[in-house]
């Protein structure tokens, strides 16, 4: 049977795979696991719950509150805010849990739900499929003053930007920033925040209506902000992803700047300060090989960890790094976050440009990206992908003539039931070619 929740919580189309049922049984079994400490100790839990803007988080919400209510678990609903906003507020106001409601990036039709731990934590693995086994269990219902009780708290986003301000290591001001919104839960926090820090903001995608989020707008539509910045003449972009948990930049010129030099932008300057801690950087098995390249020549250490920002984040919390994150834009900064934050990933981003006085441009130019080729390959069996012997001796083969140059990645994918060919070299052409053969390879040997 496959498992309820996913790499990121539970998350399909609104109405169809997420129903006000599912969200109301889902919060009720995660009172009852995620609220047992508190009632071992006799109190009441305490959850927070936010959501991102599309038109189903509310009835979502609503349901979730409902459900955590009817389970004996006191509420504050902090509206519509970020999702590491809720990760620091279930942390800051001592709550047992949180919950968010949000499909991230994906179209407004999905959305989907997702459960932090006291402190702010992503849930491990065996915590998920204990709240997914108590999902049809009966229960015991609380009456009387044992039912929880729904407090509508809207001081939630002062106390995150007050978190933000105190995070950021010096003022931006002089920095003229387009901020990116994508309609989402950021629309409202990330144009506060930087304005606040001292720079002269310029809104786009921050108009959020319930259907709007992610449409054309934020890091997976950065058309938009690449036009506005030139136009503008801006400093830099920054862009947002629905729920606000990556970030994405844009320079000067228009030229996109990922997640792989963000972080090493902020690894550098970590290490500059001294808050770099063992001088390593956490990165996934996807990042490019420039960023390896660039930490290597700075005598910084990459910890690879396989693809998801969940397994960054177990990396870092297991040997105390600081700094870890993806391609895509997820960067966690651990002494101040416990999960990927897109406002301050882009507030630190900000800061180095106005400490150096240099262009992002110029900063961003400390890595080479190689160019990086991604082919699906579907219909295969991916389980061989690590065993077949004639992949493997095409994939050395190909490593082989690469000579350093370059590198092969097979991997299977965890979501979907093909196998990803990512190659990178020296040239568009040569990574093409190497990814093509190797697909090839992958059909013949691994089809069905």
Same mark, same amino acid.
């Given at each position: 049977?496959?498992?309820?929740?996913?790499?990121?919580?539970? $998350?399909?189309?609104?109405?169809?795979?997420?129903?006000?049922?599912?969200?109301?049984?889902?919060?009720?079994?995660?009172?009852?696991?995620?609220?047992?400490?508190?009632?071992?100790?006799?109190?009441?839990?305490?959850?927070?719950?936010?959501?991102?803007?599309?038109?189903?988080?509310?009835?979502?919400?609503?349901?979730?509150?409902?459900?955590?209510?009817?389970?004996?678990?006191?509420?504050?609903?902090?509206?519509?805010?970020?999702?590491?906003?809720?990760?620091?507020?279930?942390?800051?106001?001592?709550?047992?849990?949180?919950?968010?409601?949000?499909?991230?990036?994906?179209?407004?039709?999905?959305?989907?739900?997702?459960?932090?731990?006291?402190?702010?934590?992503?849930?491990?693995?065996?915590?998920?499929?204990?709240?997914?086994?108590?999902?049809?269990?009966?229960?015991?219902?609380?009456?009387?003053?044992?039912?929880?009780?729904?407090?509508?708290?809207?001081?939630?986003?002062?106390?995150?930007?007050?978190? !933000?301000?105190?995070?950021?290591?010096?003022?931006?001001?002089?920095?003229?920033?387009?901020?990116?919104?994508?309609?989402?839960?950021?629309?409202?926090?990330?144009?506060?925040?930087?304005?606040?820090?001292?720079?002269?903001?310029?809104?786009?995608?921050?108009?959020?209506?319930?259907?709007?989020?992610?449409?054309?707008?934020?890091?997976?539509?950065?058309?938009?902000?690449?036009?506005?910045?030139?136009?503008?003449?801006?400093?830099?972009?920054?862009?947002?992803?629905?729920?606000?948990?990556?970030?994405?930049?844009?320079?000067?010129?228009?030229?996109?700047?990922?997640?792989?030099?963000?972080?090493?932008?902020?690894?550098?300057?970590?290490?500059?300060?001294?808050?770099?801690?063992?001088?390593?950087?956490?990165?996934?098995?996807?990042?490019?090989?420039?960023?390896?390249?660039?930490?290597?020549?700075?005598?910084?250490?990459?910890?690879?960890?396989?693809?998801?920002? $969940?397994?960054?984040?177990?990396?870092?919390?297991?040997?105390?790094?600081?700094?870890?994150?993806?391609?895509?834009?997820?960067?966690?900064? !651990?002494?101040?976050?416990?999960?990927?934050?897109?406002?301050?990933?882009?507030?630190?981003?900000?800061?180095?440009?106005?400490?150096?006085?240099?262009?992002?441009?110029?900063?961003?130019?400390?890595?080479?990206?190689?160019?990086?080729?991604?082919?699906?390959?579907?219909?295969?069996?991916?389980? $061989?992908?690590?065993?077949?012997? $004639?992949?493997?001796?095409?994939?050395?083969?190909?490593?082989?003539?690469?000579?350093?140059?370059?590198?092969?990645?097979?991997?299977?994918?965890?979501?979907?039931?093909?196998?990803?060919?990512?190659?990178?070299?020296?040239?568009?052409?040569?990574?093409?070619?190497?990814?093509?053969?190797?697909?090839?390879?992958?059909?013949?040997?691994?089809?069905?």
């Amino acid at each position: 049977m496959a498992r309820l929740f996913g790499t990121d919580g539970v $998350r399909g189309l609104a109405n169809k795979d997420i129903t006000a049922e599912l969200a109301l049984g889902l919060s009720v079994a995660a009172a009852h696991v995620l609220g047992e400490p508190a009632r071992a100790a006799g109190r009441k839990p305490k959850a927070v719950v936010g959501r991102d803007p599309r038109a189903s988080g509310e009835f979502l919400s609503a349901a979730v509150v409902a459900g955590l209510a009817s389970a004996g678990v006191d509420v504050n609903d902090v509206g519509v805010l970020p999702t590491p906003a809720v990760a620091f507020l279930t942390a800051d106001m001592d709550a047992h849990f949180g919950v968010m409601l949000s499909a991230s990036h994906n179209a407004m039709p999905d959305n989907g739900i997702k459960f932090f731990a006291a402190g702010g934590h992503k849930l491990p693995d065996a915590v998920e499929d204990d709240i997914a086994e108590r999902l049809h269990q009966e229960w015991t219902r609380p009456i009387g003053a044992e039912v929880g009780r729904v407090h509508t708290n809207r001081a939630g986003q002062a106390r995150y930007v007050a978190h !933000l301000l105190a995070a950021v290591p010096n003022r931006l001001d002089g920095l003229t920033i387009v901020i990116d919104g994508a309609h989402g839960a950021a629309s409202a926090v990330s144009p506060e925040v930087f304005r606040l820090a001292g720079a002269d903001v310029i809104e786009i995608g921050t108009a959020p209506d319930g259907l709007n989020i992610n449409d054309g707008y934020g890091s997976t539509h950065l058309e938009h902000l690449q036009a506005v910045v030139v136009d503008r003449k801006a400093d830099l972009g920054i862009a947002h992803d629905g729920d606000a948990d990556r970030c994405l930049a844009v320079d000067h010129t228009g030229t996109v700047v990922d997640g792989d030099q963000i972080m090493a932008i902020l690894a550098l300057a970590m290490q500059q300060r001294g808050t770099l801690k063992a001088d390593t950087l956490v990165a996934t098995v996807m990042s490019n090989l420039g960023l390896l390249q660039a930490m290597d020549r700075a005598g910084i250490t990459v910890v690879k960890t396989g693809v998801g920002d $969940r397994y960054v984040l177990e990396a870092m919390r297991e040997n105390d790094f600081s700094l870890g994150g993806e391609q895509s834009g997820h960067v966690i900064l !651990l002494d101040h976050g416990t999960t990927g934050d897109g406002v301050l990933t882009g507030l630190m981003l900000a800061a180095r440009v106005a400490e150096t006085g240099k262009p992002l441009a110029e900063l961003a130019s400390v890595m080479t990206r190689l160019p990086q080729v991604l082919i699906n390959v579907k219909g295969v069996d991916a389980s $061989r992908v690590d065993t077949d012997p $004639r992949l493997q001796s095409a994939v050395a083969d190909e490593e082989s003539a690469l000579a350093g140059s370059g590198r092969v990645l097979l991997r299977k994918s965890g979501t979907e039931p093909l196998v990803r060919v990512m190659v990178e070299a020296a040239t568009p052409a040569a990574a093409q070619a190497v990814a093509e053969r190797l697909a090839g390879v992958v059909k013949e040997s691994l089809g069905r």
